[in-house]
C-alpha cells in the first residue's frame, strides 16, 4: 500500500498478558518512530528507528517495551505483562532522514485496551 | 515536562469565519515546527510546516505564523469550513530525532 499501515487495529487484553503491534512503513522512508495517547493526553514519543542506527529508546516509560525493526521494513512494538495504564492508542510514524526529522506520515493506530 | 503546550483543548467557529489554533513551546532550541490535522480513527496528516527562519508560511487556506520571541505558533484557518473539523496537533523538533508533540485543539465548524 502507499501509505503507513498497523495491525491489528484494535487489541483488547487481559492485565499481564504480552501483546505485539506491527507496523509497516512506507516503502522507502529509513526514519521510524513509535508514539501513544493516552486519553485527553498528546501524542507521546516511545522509541525512534533511522537506518542501521542504534534506536533512540528514550521515551520508552518501562522495561516492559521494546520495539525492532528489521532493515528499512517493519517494525513491531512488543508490551510485556500489559497493565491497565497500557490502555492507548499506538501510533507509528514514518518519514524520509534528510538529517534531522522530517515530516512524518502516520500510520491509522492500533487501539490498545487492557482489561 | 510538557515542552509543547495547546492550552486550548478545543474550539467551535462558524463557516467562513477564521479559526486559529495556537501553539508554545518552552525550548529555545526548537527550529522546525509543524501541524497535524487528525480525524476519528485516524492516524495525524501533516499539514503544513515552518522552519525558524521564516515568521510566517502559507498555504492555501491555511497560514502558520511563527513568533520566536515570545515561543508562540499559530495556525490560522480562513475561511473555515465545516470539513476542517478535526483535532489539530502542533509539534517542534530541534536537531534531534524527536518531535515533541501537543495535546491537540478539537477544532468544530459549525455550519
Known amino acids: 500500500g502507499a501509505g503507513v499501515s498497523q495491525s491489528p487495529s484494535n487489541k483488547v487484553t487481559e492485565k499481564g498478558k504480552d501483546v505485539e503491534l506491527r507496523c509497516d512503513p512506507i516503502?522507502?522512508?529509513?526514519?521510524l518512530y513509535w508514539y501513544r495517547q493516552r486519553l485527553g493526553q498528546g501524542l507521546e514519543f516511545l522509541i525512534y528507528?533511522?537506518?542501521?542506527?542504534?534506536?533512540?529508546k528514550s521515551g520508552l516509560p518501562s522495561d516492559r517495551f521494546s520495539a525492532e525493526r528489521t532493515g528499512e521494513s517493519v517494525s513491531t512494538l512488543t508490551i510485556q505483562r500489559t497493565q491497565q495504564e497500557d490502555s492507548a492508542v499506538y501510533l507509528c510514524?514514518?518519514?524520509?532522514?534528510?538529517?534531522?526529522?522530517?515530516?512524518?506520515?502516520f500510520g491509522p493506530g492500533t487501539r490498545l485496551t487492557v482489561l | 515536562d510538557q515542552q509543547v503546550k495547546q492550552n486550548s483543548p478545543s474550539l467551535s467557529v462558524q463557516e467562513g469565519r477564521i479559526s486559529i489554533l495556537n501553539c508554545d513551546y518552552t525550548?529555545?532550541?526548537?527550529?522546525?515546527f509543524l501541524w497535524y490535522k487528525k480525524y476519528p480513527a485516524e492516524g495525524p496528516t501533516f499539514l503544513i510546516s515552518?522552519?525558524?527562519?521564516?515568521d510566517k508560511n502559507e498555504d492555501g487556506r491555511f497560514t502558520v505564523f511563527l513568533n520566536k520571541s515570545a515561543k508562540h505558533l499559530s495556525l490560522h484557518i480562513v475561511p473555515s469550513q465545516p470539513g476542517d473539523s478535526a483535532v489539530y496537533f502542533c509539534?517542534?523538533?530541534?536537531?534531534?530525532?524527536?518531535?515533541?508533540f501537543g495535546t491537540g485543539t478539537s477544532l468544530t465548524v459549525i455550519p
Open positions: 528507528f533511522q537506518g542501521n542506527s542504534a534506536p533512540d
Open positions: 510514524a514514518s518519514s524520509f532522514w534528510g538529517g534531522r526529522p522530517d515530516t512524518q506520515y
Open positions: 509539534a517542534a523538533s530541534a536537531t534531534g530525532n524527536q518531535f515533541y
Open positions: 525550548n529555545s532550541m526548537f527550529d522546525y
Open positions: 515552518i522552519s525558524s527562519i521564516k
Open positions: 516503502s522507502g522512508h529509513t526514519a
